[in-house]
């Protein structure tokens, strides 16, 4: 199974640490790269060419917000990563509002990181092949 390339828009050091330690030990993930704030995130995604499969994408930064992250990506819409929030604040009313603006999935980090981990291993498998 392929590891994913992801991108993780994370502002705490310690969470952002934590998660690449298990993501690329549970999951088929490879972390290529991170920031803390929405502007160094959408500098770095919109750059063409960006070896990136997956981002990960927290609700609060530094400077700005997930909801911008998502905001900045959307002109990407046909060839865009797959974009996941996740958050302490995974609420209904914010999940609607993430997936408005085009998140494809939303996970809570209290509650999630195993969905998540199963999630990117889907994500990684590769397509069946059609035998007929």
């Known amino acids: 199974m392929p590891a994913l ?16 330690a298990t993501l690329e030990e549970l999951g088929p993930v490879l972390v290529v790269g991170s920031a803390d704030s929405e502007a160094d995130a959408l500098l770095w995604l919109q750059q063409p060419g960006q070896p990136v499969d997956l981002v990960i994408i927290d609700l609060f930064l ?3 917000s997930g909801l911008g992250v998502l905001r900045g990506l959307q002109p990407l819409a046909g060839h865009r990563p797959q974009l996941v929030v996740l958050s302490n604040y995974a609420t209904p009313d914010m999940r609607r509002k993430c997936l408005a603006l085009g998140a494809d999935r939303v996970f809570d ?6 969905a998540l981990v199963q999630y990117c291993r889907q994500l990684a498998e590769p397509p069946a092949q059609d035998i007929s």
């Open 109 to 114: 980090k209290s509650h999630d990181i195993d």
């Open 62 to 64: 530094h400077g700005g």
């Open 5 to 20: 390339k992801t991108y993780l828009v994370e502002d705490s050091p310690v969470i952002r640490e934590n998660l690449i």
